[in-house]
């Protein structure tokens, strides 16, 4: 990993800086992503005045903007699926994926290995989300970012944000930093860690192919969205013929809901000396983007000449940005553990079921370690950093061990912790007292009472 210390310094204000108050508002949404748009709207539905910020111009996060293009983590994982896919995640996830599906912009369940997921819309997914948060009366400031905090003592009270019209102050009696990147419980200078001593997972560039014959393809592919062996051996023939650069053997590709289209997760993208890239320094972040571009061609021409219905596709797009799938994770007052999940723990104070394999992009291939007929439970706890006080995270910046960040970071659970934290900072709000202090059997009892499956 680099060093960018320069990038590394705290921005952090001991009271209102001289600056125009954009907003004072009950609870402040850092990151408009799957826990971000699920915090907004629980938190806005619940009566709370509530301002969004998100830095790109939609939601999505990266399920929109990373194009991971699926809802993963709904299911329980089986040898053997006689009745079909049989769901575990309920609550914000299920309203979340029917209004999508309503849409017309999600699949049915597709197998995935020994799992099932489905393929979303990234445009209805924008829209999904920008019709919950109308409804729920979010107010949504797109195109900003919050570039520092202002603190009393350990205590949050409003941040700093900035776009192309300035800089300005946003006070909020609770803050959920839902950014994705722990930005916000960074800028406080607090404690959070990468990976496993610094190596992280490698991010990738999904794209979209038009142009496929869809039946000829399945034919050959089959229903199984990874890829079976006799792909794995195409692209090492296509290796050894010298004329392709193809770093990943095994890809995995999703038929879309529309016509004649596939997404593709196949790149998968290290720094030129072959060592993770972390996407928080932006020097690895625009070396991941490019080589990312490159390496969707370089698929793109494989599955023109290798893959049967592939013959005359093109490419569609590609992420806005590259596939982020871990960068900062807050140092909590506890941690989901990598015994947690191999375990499949349960808990009292369990606030999301995880049925998601280890699922490790770290290294020359990805690692699977499924969790069969079972699933583990989140500790409200790691939602919650050490040190701080009116803020709480959601998403995949949750404190977690490296192999279980690597099953607890997919949507359908971002969803639910959004959930959490919402309810939790309206838990706090309405009886006066520190997030901090809840007991996350009160928060689960309440995600119950709302459909969460728990």
């Given amino acids: 990993m680099m060093d960018?210390?320069?990038?590394?310094?705290?921005?952090?204000?001991?009271?209102?800086?001289?600056?125009?108050?954009?907003?004072?508002?009950?609870?402040?949404?850092?990151?408009?992503?799957?826990a971000g748009v699920a915090a907004a709207t629980v938190a806005g539905e619940a009566g709370k005045s509530v301002l969004l910020i998100e830095k790109y111009g939609f939601c999505g996060g990266a399920a929109v903007a990373g194009m991971s293009g699926t809802i993963c983590g709904m299911y329980y994982a089986r040898e053997e699926h006689p009745n079909g896919p049989e769901q575990v995640v309920f609550g914000f996830t299920d309203r979340f994926r029917n209004a999508l599906a309503k849409r017309g912009g999600l699949t049915p369940p597709q197998a995935y290995g020994k799992t099932y997921t489905a393929t979303h819309d990234p445009l209805m997914w924008k829209e999904t989300a920008d019709e919950l948060l109308e409804q729920a009366g979010v107010e949504l400031y797109l195109?900003?970012?919050?570039?520092?905090?202002?603190?009393?003592?350990?205590?949050?009270?409003?941040?700093?944000?900035?776009?192309?019209?300035?800089?300005?102050?946003?006070?909020?009696k609770r803050i959920i930093d839902a950014s994705g990147d722990a930005a916000v419980i960074a800028r406080a200078g607090y404690r959070y860690f990468y990976g496993d001593n610094g190596r992280i997972q490698n991010p990738t560039m999904f794209f979209r192919i038009g142009g496929v014959?869809?039946?000829?393809?399945?034919?050959?592919?089959?229903?199984?969205?990874?890829?079976?062996?006799?792909?794995?051996?195409?692209?090492?023939?296509?290796?050894?013929?010298?004329?392709?650069?193809?770093?990943?053997?095994?890809?995995?590709?999703?038929?879309?809901?529309?016509?004649?289209?596939?997404?593709?997760?196949?790149?998968?993208?290290?720094?030129?000396?072959?060592?993770?890239?972390?996407?928080?320094?932006?020097?690895?972040?625009?070396?991941?983007e490019l080589l990312g571009r490159r390496q969707v061609r370089e698929y793109a021409r494989f599955l023109n000449r290798y893959i049967p219905g592939c013959e005359n596709a093109?490419?569609?797009?590609?992420?806005?940005?590259?596939?982020?799938?871990?960068?900062?994770?807050?140092?909590?007052?506890?941690?989901?553990?990598?015994?947690?999940?191999?375990?499949?723990?349960?808990?009292?104070?369990?606030?999301?079921?995880?049925?998601?394999?280890?699922?490790?992009?770290?290294?020359?291939?990805?690692?699977?370690?499924?969790?069969?007929?079972?699933?583990?439970?989140?500790?409200?706890?790691?939602?919650?950093p050490e040190v701080g006080e009116n803020i709480i995270v959601a998403g995949r910046c949750l404190?977690?061990?490296?192999?279980?960040?690597?099953?607890?970071?997919?949507?359908a659970q971002c969803f639910e912790y959004g959930h959490a934290a919402a309810q939790a900072a309206v838990y706090s709000l309405d009886h006066r007292v520190a997030m901090r202090s809840l007991s996350g059997n009160v928060i689960r009892q309440i995600m119950r009472d709302y459909g969460s499956a728990l």
């Fill in 4 to 34: 960018f210390a320069a990038w590394k310094t705290p921005c952090r204000f001991t009271q209102p800086p001289d600056l125009p108050q954009l907003a004072s508002v009950d609870v402040l949404v850092v990151g408009g992503g799957a």
């Fill in 143 to 172: 195109h900003a970012a919050v570039t520092g905090v202002i603190m009393d003592g350990d205590t949050f009270t409003g941040v700093v944000v900035e776009s192309n019209a300035g800089r300005s102050v946003v006070m909020a």
């Fill in 213 to 288: 014959d869809i039946e000829t393809y399945l034919d050959y592919y089959g229903k199984d969205t990874i890829c079976p062996p006799k792909v794995t051996d195409a692209i090492n023939d296509a290796r050894s013929s010298g004329n392709y650069d193809l770093p990943r053997n095994k890809i995995w590709m999703f038929p879309t809901t529309r016509p004649g289209e596939l997404m593709v997760n196949a790149t998968r993208i290290s720094g030129k000396d072959g060592r993770s890239l972390n996407v928080i320094d932006p020097a690895d972040f625009t070396e991941a």
């Fill in 314 to 384: 093109y490419v569609v797009d590609t992420g806005t940005e590259v596939g982020i799938r871990q960068t900062r994770s807050i140092v909590g007052i506890e941690m989901l553990t990598n015994e947690d999940v191999l375990e499949c723990r349960k808990r009292d104070d369990g606030i999301c079921r995880v049925p998601w394999p280890i699922e490790l992009h770290d290294g020359e291939k990805p690692k699977l370690h499924w969790l069969l007929d079972d699933y583990y439970e989140v500790p409200f706890g790691a939602l919650i």
């Fill in 399 to 411: 404190s977690a061990e490296h192999e279980a960040l690597a099953s607890s970071r997919v949507t």
